[in-house]
């Protein structure tokens, strides 16, 4: 219970649309609570920022953002910017210097919906995927050489130390303490990467020795990729380095019937600085402004802000709110089957949230 400054930055494409809706929703459990006030304040960085001044957002962004209990992000990317610029002028600064190593990414297919996987339902999707979000493939140490001539050479090394890694994998083990299966799963392709994956492969053990009671196998990422497809069911809590938890968690989102139904969440578990809330979606730019984007994964992010300060009671009236609605299949977005506008989902949400006192 209590007061949170929230940073929206809507960002690119379908971005504006499902945030909009997202700060719908925490408004009406601001409302119903009583107890909850959220002072929301929304800046315009992004791809238009870009392409007006240089810079994805202003050099002092990060201090402003540090003023804020936590960061609601709707989407970044547009065609008229290279990807490259758009994720280090935005998304990866703001995750690294707030120490949001954790990106906790839940796939889990709701009642209602059909997984492309013929044969899978709800029983046997339900997985929630924790990401390393600062260093290993992202950290961005490398460089070019001679660009442009028949000598160039491009250099990318991935960086893991022993303190990253240790952190984001004790998280990962304290997250399947807590679910019924107590299962974790560490992906790694250390049969070829023979001093980062290793290395890996050597802490994830030494750490499991602090959690007897959890569940443990070790997975390839290319047999990983294949068996979330065929076998998802053998799958509780997942753990990853920062590419393969990007690569894999698309699959997740894929298998659970929609890239609309992706929520996630970028944390700092200390609270010493903000964590950011956003859906794992892009900006789809071409389909931008036409009301079918799904604010499901918007919203579910939202939820995960509610949990991530505390106020569960509330998380789950969304939760639930989220799951009537696509369980009824009478208020849905193209993606799911339905006719359903962008606003018309997320006003049913509020109305059923407000519904439940």
């Known amino acids: 219970m209590g007061d949170y400054k929230i940073a929206v930055l ?16 925490l408004k009406a459990v601001a409302a119903l609570d009583g107890g909850i006030n959220f002072e929301f304040q929304e800046f315009p960085w992004g ?6 001044h240089g810079e994805m957002m202003p050099k002092d962004a990060i201090d402003t953002l540090a003023g804020f209990n936590s960061i609601l992000l709707g989407a970044v990317g547009d065609p008229t910017v290279p990807d490259h610029v758009t994720l280090w002028g935005m998304l990866l600064p703001i995750r690294q210097r707030f120490q949001q190593y954790v990106n906790l ?15 899978k339902g709800v029983k046997d999707i339900d997985i929630v995927f924790v990401r390393e979000n600062m260093e290993g493939e992202y950290s961005s140490v490398g460089g070019r050489m001679h660009q442009g001539t028949a000598a ?17 994998i004790r998280y990962a083990f304290e997250v399947a303490q807590k679910r019924p299966k107590k299962h974790l799963t560490s992906v790694t392709k250390s049969n070829a990467c023979c001093f980062s994956m290793v290395f890996w492969d050597e802490v994830f053990k030494e ?18 990729a294949a068996s979330l497809i065929l076998h998802p069911e053998k799958f509780d809590v997942v753990v990853a380095s920062n590419m393969f938890g990007d690569i894999l ?3 997740g989102s894929a298998i659970m019937g929609s890239m609309g139904l992706g929520a996630s969440a970028n944390i700092e578990p200390t609270f010493k600085y903000p964590s950011m809330f956003e859906p794992i979606h892009g900006s789809a730019p071409d389909i931008m402004g036409m009301g079918i984007a799904n604010p499901l994964a918007a919203i579910g992010s939202a939820k995960m802000l509610l ?11 969304v939760s639930k709110a989220i799951e009537q609605q696509v369980a009824e ?22 109305r059923r949230i407000l519904a439940s006192c």
């Open 10 to 25: 809507p960002g690119d494409g379908i971005g504006i649309d499902v945030t909009a809706e997202a700060v719908k929703v």
């Open 47 to 52: 791809s238009q920022y870009y392409l007006a």
């Open 105 to 119: 990414r839940p796939s889990k297919l709701l009642p209602g919906i059909e997984s492309p996987l013929r044969g």
């Open 152 to 168: 160039e050479v491009a250099l990318q090394t991935g960086v893991f130390t022993r303190y990253g890694t240790e952190r984001i």
């Open 207 to 224: 750490v499991g020795k602090d959690y007897p009671d959890v569940l443990t196998d070790q997975y390839l990422v290319d047999a990983m």
């Open 249 to 251: 968690t698309d699959i």
């Open 307 to 317: 949990e991530h300060h505390g106020e569960h009671n509330m998380a789950e009236l």
């Open 329 to 350: 299949q009478k208020v849905l977005t193209p993606d799911l089957g339905g006719t359903a506008k962008t606003w018309e989902v997320g006003d049913d949400i509020v």
